[in-house]
């Protein structure tokens, strides 16, 4: 039995649920967000809550959490948004943000030029701390794991491209 799927998403004052077939579609202040949901899986809506309920528990049992997750991510996106945080480290690395396009100094002979994901917005703070922001957080998760892709953190010195609070384990360099 799934513990995730067995609770309901509530949908907050200004967010618009619709469902047809197995297609949801949730519009809220910040846009609106449509997804496809796999056909073992069936979606209620109540006045202002939806539930999550299998078809038939063999194969699908596993889809019961999941959609109820991707719902709820839904409706927190398009209400509220999501955001991630990336921090640089390195002498001489820096971040830059020109429309929509993420321009990076990692060190190399040239700089990067990111084009952002479309629904993605990117803030820099102190030429260092890169804030990813928009409705979709698997989209803005992919951004992120590609921007680390550049300049993934070094053991030895720190540097490179992490994600904020992310601890990296230092290994002691060569002894004389």
Known sequence: MSRIGKKVVVIPDGVQVTI??????VKGKLGSLT???HPGVQINQEENHLSVAIKNREGNSALWGLTRSLLSNMVVGVSKGFSRVLEIQGVGYRAAVNDTVLQLNLGYSHPIDYALPSGVTAQVEKNV???LSGMDPETIGQACADIRRFRPPEPYKGKGIRNAG???LRKVGKKK
């Open 20 to 25: 047809e077939d197995q297609t949801v579609t």
């Open 35 to 37: 997804r496809e949901f």
């Open 129 to 131: 701390v890169v804030t």
């Open 166 to 168: 992310e601890y990296i």
